[in-house]
């Protein structure tokens, strides 16, 4: 299971903040949740026992506390990171909804976006976010809701701030990566003019990056924002998946042609397929006159995030479809030359 490094030190309000919520949490955990999500979550987080609803009751009993209720927004951002740096999931989550009611509130702290963003993705970079659960609800309750916020009140910084989420594309991070596009998924069926002037051509751009990463996540992100684009620029979703149909996964396919007529994902999915067995081909022929390279083991991936469970597929052990394909590749290899 990942855990982070270490932050700056909260202040001891946060410290003390930090164990008010976590109290309530715990009055509302289940013990028979909380096995239910360990198990669906095996060695990647832990878990409380806590519903999303019940997350979002104790985050509400805890901002209604007079002491709470007349804090500052910037010790309600410092409670929010402090809570993100914990190990257990449901802490995380209520360390996304405080932040987003200091950015959100009357006088928040929306408008220091540059400062925020930089803030979170440190929380990337030291390691605190290494779970889609976390990764998803970052992007779904605080990015989508400040970039929507900016662009309604300031266009402009809006557009600033949405373009700096989708620069995330050319990051390491894998989670830096989903979370540039990830953080539109529900903005990439609007127009150009419900969002701003060039967001589909923005969009589809770090789509283009992040499609060429083979990690799951990398993949089933991609499909899923493809996939809503998709909803309102269908034409625009098939120029993207012809363009780039040798950067797909197959899991990442499928997620990104879901809507689309069976004959045309019937036609895709077996051009892909073809495609990939060539390649496989190509490899294996090239091995056989050079060893090829052990392929790296990645830490194994499971789930699925929340809009795409009903699909939920185990991955190979050690990576992706690739990854996978490289070490049968490499086995071929090594018998064949066994019987030589």
């Known amino acids: 299971m990942a855990s982070g490094t270490a932050g700056p030190s909260p202040t001891a309000a946060a410290t003390e903040w930090v164990a008010a919520v976590q109290e309530l949490l715990d009055a509302a955990a289940d013990p028979g949740v909380k096995a239910s999500y360990d198990a669906y979550f095996k060695n990647v987080i832990l878990h409380r026992g806590v519903r999303m609803p019940g997350v979002d009751a104790a985050c509400k009993a805890f901002l209604s506390a007079p002491d709470v209720a007349a804090a500052q927004p910037a010790a309600l951002q410092e409670l929010g990171m402090a809570l993100l740096r914990q190990p257990l999931q449901e802490d995380k989550q209520a360390g996304v909804t ?29 390691g605190h976010v290494f779970a889609w659960s976390t990764c998803d609800s970052i992007c779904g309750r605080l990015l989508a809701p400040l970039i929507k916020q900016l662009l309604k009140v300031k266009a402009h910084e809006g557009q600033a701030c949405a373009q700096e ?48 990463g083979s990690e799951r996540f990398a993949q089933t992100g991609t499909g899923w924002v493809l996939r809503e684009l998709g909803k309102g620029h269908e034409a625009a979703l098939l120029r993207f998946v012809d363009a780039n149909l040798a950067q797909f996964s197959r899991e990442g396919l499928r997620y990104a042609l879901e809507h689309q007529p069976a004959s045309v994902r019937q036609r895709l999915m077996a051009e892909h397929k073809e495609r990939q067995a060539q390649g496989q081909e190509q490899e294996e022929q090239g091995g056989l006159q050079e060893e090829p390279q052990p392929e790296e083991e990645e830490v194994q991936e499971p789930g699925q995030v929340a809009p795409e469970k009903r699909r939920q597929r185990r991955q190979p052990k050690g990576g992706d479809e690739q990854a996978a394909a490289g070490q049968r590749s490499a086995g071929t290899t090594k018998r064949r030359k066994r019987r030589e």
Do not use: I, M
Not at 170 to 198: E, H, I, Y
């Open 98 to 126: 405080l932040w987003k009611h200091a950015l959100l509130c009357k006088g928040g702290r929306a408008e220091q976006w540059r400062q925020e963003l930089q803030a979170l993705q440190q929380l990337y970079n030291e």
């Open 165 to 212: 989420v989708l620069g995330w594309c050319r990051q390491d991070n894998l989670w830096l990566r989903r979370s540039s596009v990830v953080a539109f998924v529900t903005l990439a069926k609007l127009p150009d003019d419900k969002v701003f002037p060039g967001f589909q051509a923005a969009l589809l751009d770090s789509l283009a990056l992040t499609v060429r």
